[in-house]
């Protein structure tokens, strides 16, 4: 019997892949490669379902023999390794961005003696269209919560965007850039307390309550699907931070970021003339366990923010502070600083990852931003937050216009600095 060899993401199953899956079974034995969580994310959003829960829906469906992890978004090295008779494709991989991939896989299966079976793509259905329908209905806050420690699993760094409205929200959800290693786009969402009380024309000293910071969440919640982190400030005392666990966790939201500062909390990335004092060790560890002890799902996430950098501390007290944070339960460690050169931040990544592989590690580059992504994944970076780009982005660009419109005593010489009005009617869907 041949072997017959398709790869499979398996999240949304309709008709055009039943009708594939028979189309190969007429050939020889069905094997399936199941592409991996990590394999979809180099070049799509992370599926709905894990890859366990796929891999329960497509072994059972008619006509497959066997299923494979395919680990890689590329077919090549499954074919090397399980060399089939034949692989089956849809032929809409004819053009477009999956042509190159079907000239390799086509001298491939030549050199191994394989063929390459090519079925009519089925008329009106395919999987990206379904995606994009689902993406529409949005998510449920059980699958968004999780998503981030998915994220985890499998991006070196997660990369994280952020929002303070429903606008904002939409940018980072369905923004993408295709690259040579596959497309990007933000992986997740900032809630910021500094661009929240900003847009709201207020300081960033916790002077936005936690009613009206989720408020505004909700535009973002509705239009977006993908995680999102919580600046939680200093999380206020326990027994109020043990409510705003479930209130977040209620809602979807993967993590909260909380800082170890007391006394009135200022933004840190103030000049040296603010002082900040910092939590006592123990309080803020009791902080934590509390916050720990009152979430209700598994996987909400609670990460320790230490300050000591930005409180002229020494690397050596945010480690102290990082371990005894760790010991009582957080789910990761974020270090933020303000110094321009990033050495203290790489000096305690470098010490910290010595001491804990596995603790996901949290970094805000907004003063030593000369670093790529790839470069703070080198240092040990779990995640990398861009904490107020899109706000600090859109002041100057209304400042701009509104200038003009004062100087001109018109709006025509800013028409080109503005988003054409049909643009903007046809942004949000539904608006017709
Ligand atoms: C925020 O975005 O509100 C933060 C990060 O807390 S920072 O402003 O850099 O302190
Ligand atoms: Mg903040």
Known sequence: MKTIYLGLRGDIIHPGIINIIKEAAKHGDVLIGLLTDSAIASHKRLPYLTWGQRLEVVE?????????????????PNLKKYR??????????????????????????????GEVIEVPYTKGINSSALHEAMRSLGTTPDIRLKSLRRLIE??????IMEAHSGLSGLIIENLEVEKKDGLHG???????????????GKPDIEAVDLTTRLQDLTNILECTTKPIIFDGDTGGKPEHFVFTVRTLERNGISAVIIEDKVGLKKNSLFGSEVTQELAPIPDFCEKLSAGKRAQVTREFMIIARLESLIADMPVSDALERARAYVAAGADGIMIHSKEKSGSDIQDFCAKF???????PLVLVPTTYNHFTEKELAGWGATIVIYANHMLRASYPAMLNAAKIILERERSL???????PIKEILELIPGGK
């Open 413 to 419: 010489e800013a028409d080109n600095l503005c988003m």
């Open 60 to 76: 059972n469906i008619k006509g497959v023999s066997r299923v494979v992890p395919q680990e890689e978004w590329s077919y090549i």
């Open 154 to 159: 499998i991006k070196k760094p997660v990369r």
């Open 353 to 359: 990852r010595a001491e804990y592989r596995g603790v």
């Open 186 to 200: 933000f992986d997740g969402i900032w809630s910021s307390s500094l661009t929240d009380s900003t847009s709201k």
């Open 84 to 113: 089939p008779d034949a692989i089956i494709h849809g032929d809409d991989w004819n053009t477009g961005p999956l042509s190159k991939e079907r000239e390799d896989v086509i001298a491939l299966m030549h050199e191994m003696g």
